[in-house]
């Protein structure tokens, strides 16, 4: 990886930025308010926001489900592929942070489309499930980590062959690989990896990511047949 001026990480995901994503969108303005704000910049990357998209679109998504939402800038991202009549359950434990979502999926023209879960998410999980909700064909996993292999299960409830489970943050500048780790972040991404690798009914991998968000990656799974 190069140090020399203009061509590091964060270089490479301002350019990507600039030629494929776009810096005067909704999006921008989006993630320009939450960081005035003073939010903590743990949205994903406008790049990353775009795979996002662009993985609800290619997996013809018309249900997703988003766990851990902050102030709106993935979900915004991923309303925006939804077809007509489609919907995002998005969930987050903080009122606070969530209204500056809902703020701005107002102003984007999204709002409709997204119904916010205020509360823990196994609550959130347990009530969609006690409802019927779903299948879901998109789950993003972006809460608390130490709970992903729970979220896992529930994941696996909520959707059907076919569904895709994105998520964030599992490589943690290497704490994925390190089995001496205490990091509860890091054992939750370990054991959501290690479930993942025996789930008879997924097929997953993950992929290490550089940029302006430092060394991470992410999980990409496909829900299979069980048979
Ligand atoms: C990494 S941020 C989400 C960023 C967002 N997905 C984005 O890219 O714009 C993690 C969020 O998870 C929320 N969170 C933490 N613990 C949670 C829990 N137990 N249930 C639901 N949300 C939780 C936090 O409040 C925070 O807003």
């Not at 776009?22 to 926001?49: F, M, W």
């Not at 959707?159 to 509860?184: F, M």
């Amino acid at each position: 990886m190069s140090d020399e001026p203009g061509r590091g990480p964060a270089d490479v995901d301002a350019y990507i930025n600039a030629q494929l994503v776009g810096e005067d969108t909704v999006l921008a303005a989006a993630l320009a308010r939450a960081a005035a704000a003073g939010l903590p910049a743990h949205d994903v990357a406008p790049n990353q926001g775009k795979l996002l998209h662009l993985l609800a679109r290619i997996a013809g998504a018309r249900t997703i489900l988003e766990l851990g939402t902050l102030a709106g800038y993935s979900a915004l991202a991923v309303a925006f592929a939804l077809p007509p009549g489609g919907g995002l359950v998005a969930c987050d434990v903080s009122a606070d942070w969530t209204a500056i979502a809902r703020r701005y999926w107002t102003e984007a023209g999204v709002a409709d489309r997204i119904d916010l879960r205020l509360g823990p998410a196994t609550a959130t999980l347990a009530a969609l499930a006690a409802e019927g909700a779903g299948p879901f064909d998109l789950v993003f996993l972006d809460a608390d980590k130490q709970r992903n292999p729970e979220y896992l299960e529930w994941a696996l409830r909520l959707t059907a062959p076919g569904s895709v489970i994105v998520a964030d943050n599992v490589v943690r500048a290497g704490g994925l690989a390190d089995a001496a780790s205490e990091d509860p972040r890091t054992l939750g991404v370990r054991r959501f990896t290690e479930l993942l690798g025996a789930a008879a009914n997924v097929t997953a991998t993950a992929v290490q990511t550089v940029g302006q968000k430092g060394w991470d990656g992410f999980v990409l799974a496909l829900v299979e047949d069980a048979g």
